[in-house]
């Protein structure tokens, strides 16, 4: 089914681990998205990408890392994990022609640092 | 900076009964699309209905409606008839087309439904 695609859906790191959250969409989207959602609250975008090669800082970047190199694939990268970033992380795209339109949502991350 | 505010971190509502959730929004642009999505227990993001800032008739999609008070920057979501299925978080969203169209949300509302 065409979408955006999340994994791993759970995980659990030690502090001071690294890991990679890889996202993946087939619906030729120019804009990428991720965002993470502590607990009870809204979402706050980490980092965002208009196109391959091209990423931004979003509003939480710190700990965190982007890369861009093909229009399917945006993977988050976490290094030195702390508990602070034990969150639920999600991962959208949009096809850019339009703004009007809402994001297309992966089903998410658990991620739990300890 | 754009900023969303929703106001009721809770509400709830009888079965069957009409329940409105608030949403205020702070922005400088003048062409903008305001949304409200729903988060049920399973996490899943969901389109509930948006809104295009140009256009005065308010937003409808089914029992859901939204009355947008522009001059105001208010954005409320009416649940009509509510159901069981309806209890889920609801977010309210902002997006400009600038700084890579992205989506503002708000806190949002943790809505119960009582049968």
């Known amino acids: 089914n065409a979408g955006v695609t999340q994994t791993p859906k759970f995980r659990i790191l030690k502090i001071g681990q690294s890991m990679t959250l890889q996202c993946a969409q087939d619906?030729?989207?120019?804009?990428m998205y991720w965002y993470r959602q502590d607990p009870g609250m809204g979402l706050k975008l980490i980092y965002y990408?208009?196109?391959?090669?091209?990423?931004d800082k979003g509003e939480v970047p710190n700990g965190y890392n982007v890369s861009r190199s093909t229009t399917e694939d945006f993977p988050l990268r976490l290094e030195l994990a702390a508990p602070s970033q034990t969150s639920v992380y999600f991962c959208?795209?949009?096809?850019?022609?339009?703004f009007g339109y809402g994001y297309t949502f992966g089903s998410g991350t658990r991620l739990t640092v300890v | 900076a754009q900023t969303v505010t929703q106001s009721q971190p809770e509400m709830s509502v009888q079965e069957a009964e009409t329940v409105t959730l608030s949403c205020t929004y702070d922005?400088?642009?003048?062409?903008?699309?305001l949304f409200w999505y729903k988060q049920p227990p399973s996490r899943q993001m969901i389109l509930v209905i948006r809104?295009?800032?140009?256009?005065?008739q308010n937003a409808t999609e089914n029992r859901f409606s939204v009355n947008f008070q522009k001059a105001a920057k208010s954005f409320s979501l009416k649940i009509s008839d509510s159901q069981l299925g309806d209890a889920a978080m609801y977010f309210c969203?902002?997006?400009?087309?600038?700084?890579?169209?992205?989506?503002?949300f708000g806190e949002g509302t943790q809505l119960t439904v009582n049968p």
């Open positions: 990408s208009v196109g391959a090669g091209i990423t």
């Open positions: 922005t400088s642009e003048s062409d903008y699309y």
């Open positions: 809104q295009e800032a140009y256009k005065q």
């Open positions: 619906m030729n989207h120019n804009y």
């Open positions: 959208a795209s949009s096809s850019g022609q339009g």
């Open positions: 969203a902002y997006r400009v087309e600038t700084s890579g169209s992205r989506l503002t």
